[in-house]
């Protein structure tokens, strides 16, 4: 399995709280990427990043900031969490635009009470 | 943007059967198309994929055919086996930034010994 590591990997937080999520990577790799996953609608993409200090907004991205400052870690921030963002979250890397095969961290499931 | 739409949504077979499922991407310039398979409280993880100028791939039990003119692509299992029990997920890429996807909502295959 590729090197890619969320943390943490379960939280409970209260609705109003700042959470963050964090992905490592030991791959090198140049691109990241959060998505969500919800019953009924496969995994849809928040945000993406193409480099260090370079990012942009996926399908979904209303709530959620990132910002990776390094190759190795990107953080996806809810600023203040709420109940519609109960859902389980997916980081993924892939290498370049030649070899594009996306691999999947282990999850975080995060729920917002 | 780009759509992807995913049938069915549920799939029972019995072992040995075949599996066909099917999804249709809306934007023309997606030229990637990827198909995940994610065991229950797993990651997602690649089994095979297709770029846009190859109309079929086979990868031992597993195939995928697309048609660019009509906008679909299809994943065909053969004598399919319970360990191929999951939930199956197509998705489709622009600009070649395999990384970037767009998923279909998800296929809950069950084989029946």
């Known amino acids: 399995d590729a090197g890619i590591t969320q943390s943490p990997r379960h939280k409970v937080t209260e609705t109003g709280t700042p959470v963050t999520l964090r992905c490592h990577q030991t791959?090198?790799?140049?691109?990241m990427y959060w998505y969500r996953q919800d019953p009924g609608h496969g995994l849809r993409l928040i945000h993406y990043?193409?480099?260090?200090?370079?990012?942009d907004k996926g399908e979904v991205s209303d709530g959620y900031s990132v910002s990776r400052s390094k190759t190795e870690d990107f953080l996806l921030t809810l600023e203040s969490a709420t109940s519609s963002q109960t859902s389980v979250y997916f980081c993924?890397?892939?290498?370049?635009?030649?070899?594009?095969?996306?691999?999947f961290g282990q999850g975080t499931r995060l729920t917002v009470v | 943007g780009e759509n992807v739409e995913q049938h069915p949504s549920t799939l029972s077979v019995q072992e040995g059967d075949s599996a066909v499922i099917k999804c249709t991407y809306s934007?023309?310039?997606?030229?990637?198309f990827p198909w995940y398979k994610q065991e229950l409280g797993k990651r997602p993880q690649l089994i095979i994929d297709?770029?846009?100028?190859?109309g079929e791939k086979k990868d031992q039990r597993i195939a995928v055919t697309l048609n660019k003119t009509a906008k679909h692509f299809s994943l065909h299992i053969t004598e399919t086996q319970p360990e191929d029990s999951a939930v199956y997920f197509c998705?489709?890429?622009?600009?070649?930034?395999?990384?970037?996807?767009?998923f279909g909502q998800g296929t809950e295959l069950s084989v029946k010994p």
């Open positions: 993924a890397i892939s290498e370049s635009t030649v070899n594009t095969e996306a691999f």
């Open positions: 791959e090198n790799h140049r691109y």
């Open positions: 990043s193409y480099g260090v200090k370079d990012t």
């Open positions: 934007d023309s310039a997606s030229n990637y």
């Open positions: 297709i770029r846009s100028n190859v």
């Open positions: 998705a489709a890429s622009e600009n070649n930034q395999g990384g970037k996807l767009i």
